[in-house]
């Protein structure tokens, strides 16, 4: 049992969610303010104390990315200045998680940067859904809890109780994620075979699998631009796919996603509110269906608090 209070803190990237798990848990947000001088800098203000506290920050390093990294870094400090016992940054969303590895001569390894960048603002564990390569959390000298998103989308999928389903990954790279899903669904996989010319922009080549006739799910774990998932169901359809369904669990949506999506052959795009959607920015669209994921990053804040095991909130 932990003798610390768990104290629970969010920034400005999702503070609605840091609301959500409050609730959750039973307790009030932290009292904080994040501010910016003049020139933009970033400036943080704790308005309670943190002393020999267990503490939990809320921040998604989603857009505006860099402003968001900074913000969390600097809270980060902050509590470690003021003798907070652990400090764990549950970050649902983590950005740079694309650029893990070196592609071709010359290229930084961005998410081993920002896992040192965290670890050394005095972060003791970090706690993300869903990255988008699972090495990332080797790139961590603290503890990683990854807690999946396939779990919560699969019980919604569940609750519709749909016949000839197939699920199907839109690269191979995500062939692990879908098979996931395929096997709680208990239902066939088929994969997208696809050649990258550059960044954002996909060809679909080929469907491996078979899709004719079939409800189509397809699973990722974020979408950007969109055009990967919108190719790829027009590709199915071509195919001879009924009704096309998508899944993520970041919906990141860059413009023009949403006007893709609301123009696409897909029916429905189910996402989690691990990063806010700023319709604002990044427009409307009918197509869309958010769940929470309140509830389980509360009680995967809660077992990590009282030192009782992560792994089992995902146990079949």
């Known amino acids: 049992m932990n003798n610390h209070k768990l104290k629970l803190f969010a920034c400005n990237a999702n503070h609605n969610l840091g609301e959500e798990i409050a609730e959750?848990?039973?307790?009030?947000?932290?009292?904080?303010?994040?501010?910016?001088?003049?020139?933009?800098?970033?400036?943080?203000?704790?308005?309670?104390?943190?002393?020999?506290?267990?503490?939990?920050?809320?921040?998604?390093?989603c857009a505006p990315v860099n402003d968001n990294l900074m913000e969390l870094l600097i809270m980060i400090d902050a509590m470690r200045r003021a003798s907070a016992a652990r400090i764990s940054?549950?970050?649902?969303?983590?950005?740079?998680a694309r650029q893990e590895r070196k592609s071709k001569a010359r290229d930084p390894i961005s998410a081993k940067l920002v896992a040192n960048l965290i670890t050394e603002a005095g972060a003791d564990r970090m706690i993300s859904m869903d990255l988008h390569a699972g090495a990332i959390q080797g790139f961590f000298d603290i503890p990683v809890d990854h807690l999946p998103g396939v779990p919560l989308l699969a019980e919604y999928y569940k609750s519709l109780d749909m016949t000839d389903l197939v699920v199907v990954?839109?690269?191979?790279?995500?062939?692990v994620r879908a098979r996931n899903m395929a096997n709680r669904l208990g239902v066939d996989l088929a994969i997208i075979d696809k050649r990258r010319e550059q960044a954002n922009k996909s060809e679909v080549m080929n469907v491996i699998g078979d899709i004719r006739n079939k409800n189509v799910?397809?699973?990722?774990?974020?979408?950007?631009?969109?055009?990967?998932?919108?190719?790829?169901?027009?590709?199915?359809?071509?195919?001879?796919?009924?009704?096309?369904y998508a899944c993520c669990t970041?919906?990141?949506?860059?413009?023009?996603?949403?006007?893709?999506?609301?123009?696409?052959?897909?029916?429905?795009?189910?996402?989690?509110?691990?990063?806010?959607?700023?319709?604002?920015?990044?427009?409307?669209?009918?197509?869309?269906?958010?769940?929470?994921?309140?509830?389980?990053?509360?009680?995967?804040?809660?077992?990590?608090?009282?030192?009782?095991?992560?792994?089992?909130?995902?146990?079949?």
Do not use: W
């Open 24 to 61: 959750y848990l039973g307790v009030s947000l932290g009292m904080c303010q994040v501010k910016r001088f003049a020139d933009g800098e970033i400036s943080v203000e704790i308005g309670e104390s943190v002393r020999g506290a267990d503490v939990f920050i809320v921040q998604p390093t």
């Open 89 to 96: 940054a549950v970050i649902p969303y983590y950005g740079y």
């Open 169 to 175: 990954s839109p690269d191979v790279g995500g062939v």
């Open 217 to 244: 799910i397809m699973v990722d774990d974020m979408i950007d631009t969109a055009g990967t998932i919108t190719k790829g169901a027009k590709a199915l359809r071509d195919m001879g796919a009924k009704e096309i």
């Open 250 to 316: 970041h919906p990141v949506f860059s413009p023009p996603a949403m006007e893709r999506i609301e123009q696409s052959v897909i029916t429905e795009v189910l996402t989690t509110n691990t990063i806010p959607i700023d319709r604002q920015r990044q427009g409307e669209c009918s197509k869309i269906k958010v769940l929470s994921v309140a509830s389980l990053l509360g009680e995967a804040i809660m077992r990590i608090h009282e030192s009782l095991s992560v792994s089992r909130l995902f146990d079949d």
